[in-house]
């Protein structure tokens, strides 16, 4: 009997005939060919790790079978069976970090402004900044020892990324040496990888006479170029390199941003022609403009402007935020637009709730990119700009947002469409959907929320998918597509049942390997990423409950103050009463306010949160947080600094006692450990006195931590 072939996909391997093996073979053999090319020549796969695992599997299955059918061409004789193993994973001994970004002349006057209050008595009102091109291609970072090229390594997640050193030494703008004087023993150049137009364009050419599929943008494939497993087809594409900052360094060749890209453009590294210094807001902002109007003709893209503070000392000194330098911004261009119609509204239901209208398009290029979805923000921004369905609208993407619904084209508006009216009740569960009045200030939200909260399913589905997220638990091979298929069938209803699963799975008779995409190895290679995942850090742990408001830099502080999760949670359940030592203690950390404290206190008082605390934490064991801080006899310690200092402003005295390991607090109390007061300290040093708080000047502050 003889099966069409996408019949044949679906049959077991032992089920198969010699005839149906052989056209099944050669229909694998495609697949997987297309979706290589899909995954490393365009960056943009179709299908997910697991489900491509499966493919091959199939296929190892078959001729495991028939040995006599492997074909010239089977995806089993070509090196590297998985894509997520193909390169060997590097850990970045300094953190590969991002850019916060500004997109007016305003937002660079703050960020200027931000910078310069930093510091006391306008020790840095003169400051310059460089301002460099923001190349929008891939970063790398190039390990230098002696001299020598000795590891090329993708950014990754920016902790980890891949070695890539083989495909990198095929770059021509990358020295394999550098030459000349004063090369450091260890020297971490990083930059950007990114592609010429013209070579853009030939490449598509060649695609396009070959009857191949083209590729979307010069970023993605550059990308994908780079993360060939075959070094000589990354050769084959001409790359290009400049770099822009550093990581790991055994000395600096300068003291200044300028000068160590000088120092780099010296030793062999290009450095971008464009770069310079800039001493005020108006000259940064007119480079910004010349950038812009060189853009077109630059033959490479750029999406904005990047500024730093020039003195390398400064920057040490404003340290970073989260993933970002508080001593560097990218300075955005302004986004592309489009105008495209308006297929139909789609109202998706978010963790907390929150009803978010997208908008659904009649696909466009913008910049570059399809867009199909875009955000039309909450019901007032539908009404305001009285959007309905079937209208043309303008739509604007921006870097790497979510592209947007700006206005309607109202000459364009057929007859007869009706103005769009926002569901009051939850599309998932038909609860209704509410727009809070706020406590404070007696406004309504702007966001209408689902009142189903926990017999919501796409709040639980949302909220799985935020416990598993990259800056969560990040449990490889456990993604949205596969959290919602898991939802779905009732494999996993709560955070616990993810470390469960392998033990319900050994139960079924539904087990997970005899699922569509999936085979035994994906399965074994999911449990064995779970199980990993049994020990984590605490702020990643707190971060992954989405408790309202709560996001990284919260959960960081929280786990920083609180030390452990039992700890945590107990003095949350104590700051329920709000005249406990608890709740004082709790509004006293700097970085918490009265809003934040209300979800945390909410989220914890909820039985049925606690429930589902106790299951996960029988599978689950958050680790104690450990700083990376400098040891020093700071830290652990709560510091409340009062007055006005000398040598520091308030904001870089905060972040100086952080570095070294320490909680400040906002108001002083019996936890409070010292007190530094300056010139007409007041209330807070008459606390620390009668409390018998240790007071320390400014001086034995510093003397304290050990800088002079
Ligand atoms: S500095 C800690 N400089 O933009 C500072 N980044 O949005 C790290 N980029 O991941 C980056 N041109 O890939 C810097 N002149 C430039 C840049 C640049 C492009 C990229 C880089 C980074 C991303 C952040």
């Given at each position: 009997?003889?099966a069409?072939?996408?019949?044949?996909?679906?049959?077991?391997?032992?089920g198969?005939?010699?005839?149906q093996?052989?056209?099944?073979?050669?229909?694998l053999?495609?697949?997987?060919a297309?979706?290589?090319?899909?995954?490393?020549?365009?960056?943009?796969p179709?299908i997910?790790?697991?489900?491509?695992?499966?493919?091959?599997?199939?296929?190892?299955?078959?001729?495991?079978?028939f040995p006599?059918?492997?074909?010239?061409?089977?995806p089993?004789?070509?090196?590297g069976?998985?894509?997520?193993?193909?390169?060997?994973?590097?850990?970045?001994t300094?953190?590969?970090l991002?850019?916060?970004?500004?997109?007016?002349?305003?937002?660079?006057?703050?960020?200027v402004?931000?910078?310069?209050?930093?510091f006391?008595?306008?020790e840095?009102?003169?400051?310059?900044?460089t301002?460099e091109?923001?190349?929008d291609?891939?970063?790398?970072?190039?390990?230098?020892?002696?001299?020598?090229l000795?590891?090329?390594?993708?950014?990754?997640?920016?902790?980890t990324?891949?070695?890539?050193?083989?495909?990198?030494?095929?770059?021509?703008?990358?020295?394999?040496?550098l030459?000349?004087s004063?090369?450091?023993?260890?020297?971490e150049?990083?930059?950007?990888?990114?592609?010429?137009?013209?070579d853009?364009?030939?490449l598509?050419a060649?695609q396009?006479a070959?009857?191949?599929?083209?590729?979307?943008?010069?970023?993605?494939?550059?990308?994908?170029?780079?993360?060939?497993?075959?070094?000589?087809?990354?050769?084959?594409?001409?790359?290009?390199?400049?770099?822009?900052?550093?990581?790991e360094?055994?000395?600096?060749?300068?003291?200044?941003?300028?000068?160590?890209?000088?120092a780099?453009?010296a030793?062999?590294?290009?450095i971008?022609?464009l770069t310079r210094?800039?001493?005020?807001?108006?000259?940064?902002?007119?480079?910004?403009a010349?950038?812009?109007?060189?853009?077109?003709?630059?033959?490479y893209?750029?999406?904005?402007?990047?500024?730093?503070?020039?003195?390398?000392?400064?920057?040490?000194?404003?340290?970073?935020?989260?993933?970002?330098?508080r001593?560097?911004?990218?300075?955005?261009?302004?986004a592309?637009?489009?105008?495209?119609?308006?297929?139909?509204i789609?109202?998706?239901?978010?963790r907390?709730?929150a009803?978010?209208?997208?908008?659904?398009?009649?696909?466009v290029?913008?910049?570059?990119?399809v867009v199909q979805?875009?955000?039309?923000?909450?019901?007032?921004e539908?009404?305001?700009?009285?959007?309905?369905?079937g209208?043309?609208?303008?739509?604007?993407?921006?870097g790497?947002?979510?592209?947007q619904?700006?206005?309607?084209?109202?000459d364009?508006?057929?007859?007869?469409?009706?103005?769009?009216?926002?569901?009051?009740?939850?599309?998932?569960?038909?609860?209704?959907?509410?727009?809070?009045?706020?406590?404070?200030?007696?406004?309504?939200?702007v966001v209408?929320?689902?009142t189903?909260?926990?017999?919501?399913?796409?709040?639980?589905?949302?909220?799985?998918k935020?416990?598993?997220?990259?800056?969560?638990?990040?449990?490889?091979?456990?993604?949205?597509?596969?959290?919602e298929?898991?939802?779905?069938?009732?494999?996993?209803?709560?955070?616990?049942?993810?470390?469960?699963?392998?033990?319900?799975?050994?139960?079924?008779?539904?087990?997970?390997?005899?699922k569509?995409g999936?085979?035994?190895?994906?399965?074994?290679?999911l449990?064995?990423?779970?199980?990993?995942?049994?020990?984590?850090?605490?702020?990643?742990?707190?971060?992954a409950l989405?408790?309202?408001?709560?996001?990284?830099?919260?959960?960081r502080?929280l786990a920083?103050?609180?030390?452990t999760?039992?700890?945590l949670?107990?003095?949350?359940?104590?700051?329920?009463?709000?005249?406990?030592?608890?709740?004082?203690?709790?509004?006293?950390?700097?970085?918490?306010?009265?809003v934040?404290?209300d979800?945390?206190?909410?989220?914890?008082?909820?039985?049925?949160?606690?429930?589902?605390?106790d299951a996960?934490l029988?599978?689950v064991?958050?680790a104690?947080?450990?700083?990376?801080?400098?040891?020093?006899?700071?830290?652990?310690?709560?510091?409340v600094?009062?007055?006005?200092?000398?040598?520091?402003?308030?904001?870089?005295?905060?972040?100086?006692?952080?570095?070294?390991?320490a909680?400040?607090?906002?108001?002083v109390?019996?936890?409070t450990?010292?007190?530094?007061a300056?010139?007409a300290?007041?209330?807070?040093?008459?606390?620390?006195?009668e409390?018998?708080?240790q007071?320390?000047?400014?001086d034995?502050?510093?003397?304290?931590?050990?800088?002079?």
């Amino acid at each position: 009997m003889s099966a069409p072939a996408e019949q044949l996909a679906t049959l077991p391997v032992e089920g198969l005939s010699q005839a149906q093996a052989e056209v099944e073979l050669e229909r694998l053999a495609r697949e997987i060919a297309r979706h290589d090319e899909l995954y490393y020549a365009q960056d943009a796969p179709e299908i997910s790790d697991a489900d491509y695992d499966a493919l091959r599997l199939r296929n190892d299955a078959i001729e495991t079978r028939f040995p006599g059918l492997v074909r010239p061409d089977s995806p089993s004789l070509r090196v590297g069976v998985e894509p997520s193993e193909q390169f060997a994973k590097v850990t970045h001994t300094v953190p590969m970090l991002s850019l916060g970004n500004a997109f007016s002349d305003e937002d660079v006057r703050d960020f200027v402004e931000r910078v310069r209050r930093f510091f006391k008595k306008g020790e840095a009102d003169t400051a310059a900044f460089t301002a460099e091109p923001k190349i929008d291609g891939l970063s790398i970072s190039l390990r230098y020892e002696k001299g020598k090229l000795v590891l090329g390594a993708t950014r990754g997640d920016g902790m980890t990324g891949e070695n890539v050193t083989a495909n990198v030494r095929t770059i021509k703008d990358i020295p394999n040496e550098l030459k000349g004087s004063g090369v450091p023993d260890v020297f971490e150049a990083r930059g950007e990888i990114f592609m010429l137009h013209t070579d853009f364009a030939e490449l598509n050419a060649a695609q396009e006479a070959a009857g191949k599929q083209t590729y979307v943008n010069p970023r993605n494939t550059a990308s994908g170029s780079l993360r060939q497993l075959d070094p000589s087809v990354t050769a084959s594409r001409k790359l290009h390199f400049f770099a822009y900052t550093w990581g790991e360094v055994s000395a600096l060749p300068a003291d200044t941003q300028m000068g160590v890209l000088d120092a780099m453009g010296a030793w062999g590294l290009p450095i971008n022609p464009l770069t310079r210094l800039c001493t005020s807001v108006e000259e940064l902002i007119a480079a910004h403009a010349d950038f812009e109007a060189e853009r077109a003709t630059l033959g490479y893209d750029i999406d904005g402007v990047v500024y730093k503070v020039d003195r390398l000392d400064l920057q040490e000194r404003l340290g970073f935020v989260s993933r970002a330098p508080r001593w560097a911004i990218a300075h955005k261009f302004p986004a592309e637009k489009a105008t495209t119609v308006l297929k139909d509204i789609e109202i998706q239901v978010g963790r907390t709730g929150a009803l978010t209208p997208v908008a659904k398009l009649e696909p466009v290029t913008v910049g570059g990119v399809v867009v199909q979805n875009a955000t039309l923000h909450n019901e007032d921004e539908i009404a305001r700009k009285d959007v309905r369905i079937g209208d043309t609208v303008v739509i604007q993407r921006a870097g790497d947002v979510i592209p947007q619904v700006l206005s309607v084209v109202e000459d364009k508006r057929p007859k007869g469409l009706t103005p769009f009216d926002f569901p009051k009740v939850c599309p998932a569960c038909g609860s209704h959907a509410v727009r809070e009045i706020h406590p404070r200030t007696g406004r309504e939200d702007v966001v209408r929320r689902c009142t189903g909260g926990l017999i919501c399913p796409a709040q639980a589905v949302e909220r799985l998918k935020h416990f598993v997220s990259r800056n969560a638990f990040d449990i490889e091979g456990l993604g949205a597509k596969q959290i919602e298929a898991f939802y779905t069938e009732g494999r996993v209803m709560k955070p616990a049942d993810i470390f469960t699963l392998e033990a319900r799975n050994a139960r079924t008779d539904n087990p997970l390997q005899e699922k569509e995409g999936w085979g035994e190895q994906s399965v074994a290679n999911l449990f064995a990423a779970i199980n990993e995942r049994r020990s984590i850090s605490l702020d990643r742990f707190i971060y992954a409950l989405g408790i309202r408001h709560v996001g990284e830099t919260t959960a960081r502080l929280l786990a920083k103050s609180y030390g452990t999760f039992e700890a945590l949670r107990d003095a949350m359940h104590a700051a329920a009463d709000h005249q406990s030592a608890a709740y004082e203690d709790l509004n006293t950390i700097d970085g918490i306010g009265q809003v934040v404290a209300d979800a945390l206190i909410e989220f914890f008082a909820e039985a049925h949160n606690n429930e589902v605390l106790d299951a996960l934490l029988v599978e689950v064991t958050p680790a104690p947080f450990e700083t990376e801080e400098r040891a020093s006899p700071v830290t652990g310690k709560t510091i409340v600094f009062t007055g006005s200092l000398d040598r520091l402003s308030r904001s870089e005295a905060k972040v100086m006692a952080e570095r070294y390991g320490a909680k400040v607090a906002g108001s002083v109390s019996s936890k409070t450990d010292y007190v530094v007061a300056g010139e007409a300290a007041g209330s807070k040093l008459k606390k620390a006195q009668e409390l018998g708080v240790q007071v320390l000047s400014e001086d034995a502050w510093f003397d304290l931590v050990g800088e002079t």
